[in-house]
Nanobody, 127 residues
Framework: QVQLVESGGGLVQAGGSLRLSCAAS????????RGWFRQAPGKEREVVAA????????YYGDSVKGRFTVSRDNAKNTVYLQMNSLKADDTAVYYC????????????????????WGQGTQVTVSS
C-alpha cells in the first residue's frame, strides 16, 4: 500500500504560480511512476504530468506543456508540480497518483494506470 498526501493548493491570480507537493508513505520503494491529474467541475479527470521514479523521465499533458514542471525528491519520497503562468482554465482539484506497475507511457498518461491516489488539493485561478 502507498499513502499519498497533497499540499500547496490555493487561490492565485491569473499569470501567477503555485507549487504542489505530494508526499508518499508506505511501500514507496516499489514505486514505478507518479502522476498528477486534475478534475474541474463537470469535466473528466485529465492528466497533467507523470514522472518515472527511476531515472526521472517526465511527461506532460498538452494543456500544460511549457508552463508546468514535475520533479521528484527521492530522499523525501515527494513529487512536486511547479505551475507557472496559471490560467483560469487551470482551476480544478489536483490529485497525486502512484503506480507500482511498469506501465508503458500511454497508460501512465491515463488515470487507469494508477492504483493509489491522494485526497486532492483545490487550485483556483482568478481571472
Amino acid at each position: 500500500q502507498v499513502q499519498l498526501v497533497e499540499s500547496g493548493g490555493g487561490l492565485v491570480q491569473a499569470g501567477g504560480s503555485l507549487r504542489l507537493s505530494c508526499a508518499a508513505s508506505g511501500r514507496t520503494f516499489s514505486t514505478y511512476a507518479r502522476g498528477w491529474f486534475r478534475q474541474a467541475p463537470g469535466k473528466e479527470r485529465e492528466v497533467v504530468a507523470a514522472i518515472r521514479w527511476s531515472g526521472g523521465t517526465t511527461y506532460y499533458g498538452d494543456s500544460v506543456k511549457g508552463r508546468f514542471t514535475v520533479s521528484r525528491d527521492n530522499a523525501k519520497n515527494t513529487v512536486y508540480l511547479q505551475m507557472n503562468s496559471l490560467k483560469a482554465d487551470d482551476t480544478a482539484v489536483y490529485y497525486c497518483a502512484a503506480t507500482l506497475v511498469p506501465h508503458r507511457v500511454p497508460t501512465l498518461m491515463t488515470s487507469s494506470g494508477y492504483d493509489y491516489w491522494g485526497q486532492g488539493t483545490q487550485v483556483t485561478v482568478s481571472s
